[in-house]
């Protein structure tokens, strides 16, 4: 009677059963840290020394990777230190796993967990950022953490989780021509809220989801953090086992639920009826159909992060650009080299300068405001990515609408927020 | 524990109000608190004093998993945020990492306390003091592990 996330956290704690609400220690498969939370990991070790702790060596270097993304390339002095800072970590630590940008792969850290299978099913893999829940959709245990957290788990190979209770999300029926995982997720988020799901799993399942992409769940995933959750999982199956086969992954132990596994609520959506959504600023859960919104005027497009510049993102956005002009500025960031090379392969990225659009290097920059592409007082924004809140993408008085890569790409060529099955 | 109110009316307050992206890649705690809730009100860091408790509505710290926010919080000198709920990661990241108490409270004691209230907190009695409006308001006692790792001064500190 066991979920999938009991039957990981059990195994992970060294337990036949937990239930929800259980505190528990759960021996940690795989760590994170990237150019943000590593020096902020770096600052709490330095701290513990002064403290008088000696730190030799981590529980198990293997099991740690990092990635390169937030302030990359170097965006000022400051973030270069922070890239050499991490540099000797990984030296000084004997972490071989540092993807590092200008050196063949490197990329977004949640795109690179799936993109270069780093988590595998049945495995708790933390991280040192929020959306660390994207990695969940191969069926693995993916939860977030701070500084303090990160540094124990380096440490100790271990950490504390609340059980959490699980909400399923069932979707009957294979998504409509033009409808995307981005717009049944903003929609889960304006029904139950952004604290819907707080201290939460969300779970999804369904014929939907089977019928669903890999890439596609993962941006189910990805955004369960905008409602709060601890993690978001689903269940593996064939397409999981062939997408981790085509990197190389074959061996690891899965984990199922019971078939009476329970769950604290169950959701159903009718895949049929779903609209393209547009989350407006400034909150994720503030949803409507993007046609009530097509007199709104934009002054920038953003196609990029985590959660929107995988593969298909970038071939949803093709499909709408190809033989078109942008009529307001565009900038596409695939979210990993891979992924860039995949684009160009397959002449993506032709079609986008095509139409007129920036591509740039994967990077999390413009979408946390932090570089590269940052938005000015007063502007307007549609874009691929998870979070509205005032100032996330620029100034504080900046404005930010959130939505798939078809609507921002069809928004990109009409200069307002445009539903994609009106682009004539 | 004494201290005065700052109190936001508001839900949903998060990462990117109470310590702005651009600053994530400053690691200096000192430096962090000069721009701690920059987002939402720009002169907090001239009025917050050594001590101050925050006010807020629910879902208070959603949104990124830096420390930053904790971090910024401490060292501007709060001691304890109190609210009607929080996020995840900003709850573990307060107590794990010592930097503040993270204390739940109810609709009704989030209405009756106002901004420049003086509080006195007494978490071992599971109370608030609010001793301008000289009424008492009872807390949820911490969940055990909680309770223990605050008392142990932080997760590195505390002992299974």
Redesign the interface.
């Given at each position: 009677m066991l979920n999938i996330t009991e039957k990981i956290l059990a195994r992970a704690s060294g337990k036949t059963k937990v239930s929800p609400d259980d505190?528990i220690?759960a021996n940690v498969d795989k760590v994170m840290v990237h150019d943000?939370?590593g020096?902020?990991v770096?600052?709490?070790f330095e701290k513990?020394k002064k403290s008088g702790?000696r730190i030799e060596k981590l529980w198990s270097p293997e099991k740690v990777w990092v990635a390169e993304d937030?302030?990359v390339p170097a965006?000022?002095k400051?973030?270069a230190q922070?890239v050499v800072l991490l540099t000797q970590f990984t030296k000084e630590y004997g972490i071989e796993k540092h993807f590092k940008y200008g050196m063949g792969q490197y990329g977004i850290c949640h795109t690179l967990s799936h993109e270069e299978a780093m988590v595998l099913p049945g495995e708790v893999y933390v991280g040192?950022?929020?959306h660390?829940n994207t990695t969940g959709a191969l069926g693995a245990f993916a939860a977030?953490?701070?500084?303090?957290?990160v540094?124990?788990v380096l440490l100790n190979g271990k950490i504390?989780f609340?059980v959490p209770e699980t909400i399923y999300f069932k979707l009957n029926g294979k998504l409509p021509d033009y409808v995307m995982a981005k717009d049944l997720i903003l929609k889960i988020i304006g029904d139950i809220g952004?604290?819907g799901g707080?201290?939460k799993t969300m779970q999804f399942g369904g014929s939907g989801i089977s019928e669903m992409s890999v890439e596609e769940r993962l941006t189910l995933t990805n955004m369960t953090t905008e409602a709060?959750a601890?993690s978001g999982i689903i269940e593996p199956d064939q397409k999981i086992r062939d997408y981790l086969a085509q990197r190389g992954a074959t061996n690891y132990s899965e984990v199922h639920g019971d078939p009476d596994a329970q769950y604290e609520k169950i959701y159903e959506y009718e895949a049929s009826v779903l609209d393209p959504i547009v989350a407006k600023p400034f909150?994720p859960e503030n949803i409507t159909v993007a046609r009530d919104l097509s007199s709104v005027s934009l002054d920038k497009a953003y196609i990029g992060s985590c959660t929107g510049a995988k593969l298909e993102d970038l071939r949803a956005a093709a499909r709408i650009l190809k033989g078109r002009t942008v009529k307001i500025r565009t900038e596409i960031l695939p979210a990993a080299i891979s992924i860039f090379r995949k684009a160009m392969d397959e002449g993506l990225v032709k079609i986008f300068m095509d139409a007129g659009a920036m591509v740039g290097p994967p990077t999390c920059g413009a979408c946390?405001?932090?570089?590269m592409g940052?938005l000015a007082k007063d502007e307007v924004c549609i874009s691929t990515t998870n979070?509205n809140?005032?100032?996330?993408m620029g100034h504080?008085e900046s404005r930010t609408y959130l939505a798939s890569p078809l609507v921002t790409a069809a928004s990109a060529i009409t200069g307002k927020i445009t539903d994609p099955r009106d682009v004539k | 524990m004494k201290g005065s109110v700052i109190k936001y009316e508001k839900d949903n307050i998060d990462t990117d109000v109470i310590l702005p992206g651009p600053y994530l890649k400053i690691h200096d705690y000192d430096e962090l608190a000069k721009h701690a809730m920059e987002g939402i009100d720009k002169d907090f860091h001239k009025k917050v004093k050594p001590g101050d408790f925050l006010v807020a509505g629910k879902n208070f710290g959603c949104g990124s998993s830096r420390e930053h926010a904790p971090i910024a919080l401490s060292y501007s000198g709060v001691k304890a945020v109190l609210a009607l709920s929080f996020a995840r990661i900003f709850y573990r990241n307060a107590v794990d990492g010592a930097f503040l108490l993270p204390i739940e409270i109810e609709e009704s004691t989030y209405k009756d306390i106002s901004e420049g209230d003086q509080l006195e907190i007494e978490t071992s009695e599971n109370k608030i003091r609010n001793i301008t409006k000289n009424t008492i308001y009872e807390i949820k006692p911490f969940p055990e592990l909680i309770g223990k790792i605050i008392a142990a001064g932080g997760l590195f500190n505390y002992k299974s």
């Open positions: 505190v220690f943000v939370s020096p902020g770096i600052a709490v513990l702790m937030h302030f965006a000022d400051i973030s922070n040192g950022d929020s660390t977030g953490l701070g500084h303090t957290d540094a124990y504390w609340k952004t604290d707080a201290y709060g601890k909150s946390c405001g932090a570089h940052v979070r809140f005032p100032g996330r504080v | -």
